[in-house]
């Protein structure tokens, strides 16, 4: 199992940036692919981005591609999320979550959320 911790949330205003962290304990982190998910009030919660264990390939929606990047530091057992360019409909809470191996892509663990703020 693992434990996931979320933080650099916070208020921005429309055009900035912020960079999320993700911070995991328990077992080999470079085990699980990880990603990123966003809840907006009142909406279902959706995919943000993905990467894979080594780092090497990533994915993301098409409402944050080239404002976003994913990235991990296997040695730090962190995933970030630098958003830049924001928009007020990036306001959200944050989530991040890992998928373990073999689980055909699902997310099996979740932290609790960072908020996302984007003052228009």
């Known amino acids: 199992q693992v434990h996931l911790v979320e933080s650099g949330g916070g208020l921005v205003q429309a055009g900035g940036s912020l960079r999320l962290s993700c911070a995991a304990s328990?077992?080999?982190?470079?085990?699980?692919?990880m990603g990123w998910f966003r809840q907006a009030p009142g909406k279902e919660r959706e995919f943000v981005s993905r990467i894979s264990r080594s780092g090497s390939s990533t994915y993301y929606a098409d409402s944050v591609k080239g404002r976003f990047t994913i990235s991990r530091d296997n040695a730090k057992n962190t995933v970030y999320l630098q958003m830049n360019s924001l928009k007020p409909e990036d306001t959200a809470v944050y989530y991040c979550?890992?998928?373990?191996?073999?689980?055909?892509?699902?997310?099996?663990?979740w932290g609790q959320g960072t908020q996302v703020t984007v003052s228009s």
């Open positions: 979550a890992a998928s373990e191996p073999g689980s055909g892509g699902s997310f099996d663990y």
């Open positions: 328990g077992r080999t982190f470079i085990s699980y692919g």
